[in-house]
C-alpha cells in the first residue's frame, strides 16, 4: 500500500518562501505523475504543480508560474515543492499526490487522475 507524507508546511508571512516535501512508502512501481493540491478553507481543491515521472516536464496553476517550483525522484521516491513570494490567497492543505497511471500534457491537472494522496500539510500565510 502507497503512503505518502507531506512534511514542511507552517506559517509564513506575505512573501516569505516554505518548502514542503513529500515522500512515499510502499510504492513499488515508477511513478507516471506526482502532483501538488491545494484545498483552502470553504473552496474545492484545486491543481498546483504536478510533474512528469523522468522530471523533464512541469506543470504549473497559472497563478504560481514563475514563483513555485516542484522537484521529483522517483529513485528517492519524493518530491518537493519550492514557493516563493507567497500571498495570504495561497494559505490551506497542501496534498501532495502520485499516480501509476500515464498521463496526457491534460490530466496532469486534475485531481481524479492520481490514485494515491497524502493526508495533507496546512500552509498559513499571514502577517
Known amino acids: 500500500q502507497v503512503h505518502l507524507v507531506e512534511s514542511g508546511g507552517g506559517l509564513v508571512q506575505p512573501g516569505d518562501s516554505l518548502k514542503l516535501n513529500c515522500a512515499a512508502s510502499?510504492?513499488?512501481?515508477?511513478?507516471?505523475?506526482m502532483g501538488w493540491f491545494r484545498q483552502a478553507p470553504g473552496k474545492e481543491r484545486e491543481f498546483v504543480a504536478a510533474i512528469r515521472w523522468d522530471g523533464r516536464r512541469s506543470y504549473y496553476a497559472d497563478s504560481v508560474k514563475g514563483r513555485f517550483t516542484i522537484t521529483g525522484d522517483n529513485d528517492k521516491k519524493m518530491e518537493e515543492l519550492q514557493m516563493n513570494r507567497m500571498g495570504p490567497e495561497e494559505a490551506g492543505v497542501y496534498c501532495c499526490a502520485d499516480s501509476a497511471r500515464r498521463h496526457n500534457s491534460g490530466s496532469y491537472y486534475s485531481a481524479i487522475e492520481y490514485e494515491y494522496w497524502g493526508q495533507g500539510n496546512q500552509v498559513t500565510v499571514s502577517s
Open positions: 510502499g510504492r513499488t512501481f515508477r511513478s507516471a505523475a
